[in-house]
């Protein structure tokens, strides 16, 4: 049997009915413990959380990675590109990717009664993911785009659609110009939905519709589009698989990943990473702080006990086990309660989004949740052991204490 292990568990565990000054300083830790899992709990769920959600959204509405011409300009309007390419509809060199679709981009206005908005016409088809698109959805339906004829139905993000004072099935006029001539083209089109993504470069100016149009106006067979959007199986890995897809496509194209065209946004989004380790460190130096305190108090009400040890016959590290124990099983209750709570309140935001986020600022509208069992495993286990580590410093003052005068002390 494990003497040490036993004892501390017998003392830790059993009745104890005195009310004296370490017992309070006990329920004082163990709150402490309780308290500083919750933070750490909400800190790394929350903020682990939105920044995968502001990725997803950045990528999922966008692409995670764009092939596009190598000599593309910075307008707004899509190069052309043909349709033909070794990749599309599948890419079997690089199997991270899970779909490709081809899209194209112009520049318009949308031109009411009482006001006037420049938007960029994103043309999609048939291969257009829908199903990815539907988190964005609010209200009403998916354009029906088909590949035999060309339809006027839109999406329009809800922000535009209420500066235009718009809604689903109200039809408006758009046009473009063209930059030979520079003769605006209109077309009329009827809006089948609205999206939000709370993203402004996306709210403020995108509209998608049926790709043949821009073919049309651009002068374009069926063959051409603008640009390729791909996605992958792990938005956390977009980089690295970017660079595969650049080494497996031809010279004249050029593959950029979602944190690349919105790199600002991803810097932003690093400090996420920065806070989390920052507030996980106060709160593990708290809880340690409070353990070592812990710890030297009951060596001072023990010290009696550590004497008739000693005198039994009593190792010192042996008796340093037993109270290094014993601080770890007044830790349970604190990570016990901590872990019930802490989860409770994130179950409580995931299912029923309690905390609202201005979405100007954040990118987002309810404060995300996302739960990792290793991150929970990993925070309590990582608290257990470096409190155990640290506590073997306040220990060593058993090593000072003698029997003779352990036993007379009162």
Known sequence: MNFSWWFSKKIALGKNSKNNLSSIIIRISQISVALGLIVSLVTISTGVGARKAIKEKLADFNGHIIIKNYNSNTSLNSD???????????????????????????????????????????????????????????????????????????????????????????????????????????????????????????????????????????????????????????????????????????YNLFAESATATFAQINDWISIFDKNIVIILFIMLFVVVINMVMVLLILILERTHSIGILKAFGATNWRIRKLFINYALFIMLPGLIAGNIIGLGILFIQKYFGIVKLPAENYYLSIAPVYFDINYIILLNVGALLVSAIVLLLPSYMISKITPAKAINFR
Do not use: C
Not at 90 to 106: G, L, S, T
């Open 80 to 250: 052309s590109l043909s349709i033909h390419q070794k990749f599309y509809p599948k890419f079997p060199q690089v199997p991270e990717i899970v779909h490709v679709q081809a899209i194209a981009n112009k520049s318009g206005v949308i031109r009411t009664k009482e006001n006037f908005s420049g938007v960029i016409f994103k043309g999609v088809g048939t291969d257009y993911d829908s199903v990815r698109f539907q988190k964005f959805m609010i209200k009403g339906s998916f354009p029906k785009v088909n590949k035999d004829s060309i339809i006027d139905e839109v999406l329009l993000s809800k922000k535009i659609a209420d500066e235009m004072k718009l809604d689903v099935d109200s039809s408006f006029v758009m046009y473009f110009i063209q930059q030979e001539d520079m003769k605006p083209i209109y077309r009329r089109f009827k809006i089948s939905g609205l999206f939000k993504t709370d993203i402004k470069n996306f709210d403020d100016q995108i509209m998608l519709g049926d790709i043949k149009h821009v073919q049309h106006i651009n002068r374009w067979d069926s063959t051409t589009v603008g640009n390729f959007e791909l996605f992958v199986n792990d938005v956390e890995k977009i980089d690295p698989i970017t660079d595969k897809v650049q080494s497996n496509i031809s």
